[in-house]
């Protein structure tokens, strides 16, 4: 102890506590991961995931034939050993199904492949903005922003609507067609009752898909809007105003604008 009381010169820095290490970042600080948990991105993965879903429920129409038409191509195989010869149908009948079945499901192909068409349309482009906010190229390009937030809007309401319409348009006269009629009365008079003209599901859950990407891109479309005036906000006013700025980073960061 110095005279006087005093605490020699360097003592009170001799008792601090020594400063804490900086903290290590972890794998889910980086920015791209930061960018993965905004409200955007969320939105983008969601519009992947059903852009997906429509196209696996499309390609059911698109892939399936119906009826027996595989069935009768397996011969005597088929015939003898799996039920054939008590299905009820042989002969004339047997050949009657088969141009039934072909003809329906040419009928069917052409809604499922513009189901497809969009789905993977929806794909490509979901793919193409996430990886536009994993590289941060809102925050360099804020002009993407708006291409994003036009585009989204087209999507929602210029786009996914008309062909949410036509696709149900298109399906219900293919059930409403001689073709299925007749086919549907073939089946039945043979006691088979799973090919009745009616939508199945995986039809069912393709229009209710589209419907949802329809609210998810105009949801997409608003956050766009949002995350440029945020940063527009942020780019206006120089970092060292206070918390109007700090706030204005925030905002846009959580936006996912940076």
Known sequence: MAEGGRAPPGAASRDAPPPAPPRSRGLLDGP???????????????????????????????????GYTG????GGAYYYHYGGAYSGFGGADGEKAQRLDAEFHQLQRPPAQ????VGGGLLAWSCLALGAGLVRLPGRCPAWLLAEALLDAAAAALGLPPGLYFYCRRLGR????????????????KGYAGF??????????AALFAAAAAVAYAVSATLAVRAFR???????KPTD??????GA??????????
């Open 32 to 66: 791209r991961c930061r960018y993965l948990c905004t409200a955007r991105a969320w939105c983008r993965q969601l519009q992947l995931l059903l852009g997906l879903l429509l196209v696996a429920c499309s390609s059911v129409s698109y892939n399936s034939a119906g």
């Open 241 to 246: 105003q206070g918390p109007v700025s700090l």
């Open 71 to 74: 069935l009768f191509s397996l």
């Open 114 to 117: 513009g189901a497809m068409a």
């Open 249 to 258: 980073l925030g905002q846009a960061r959580r936006s996912g604008a940076l």
């Open 230 to 236: 945020a940063l527009r906000k942020r780019q206006a």
């Open 174 to 189: 293919v059930y409403a067609s001689a073709v299925c009629q007749e086919r549907e009365r073939l089946y039945r008079s």
């Open 196 to 205: 009745s003209c009616a939508w199945h599901g995986a039809e069912i859950a």
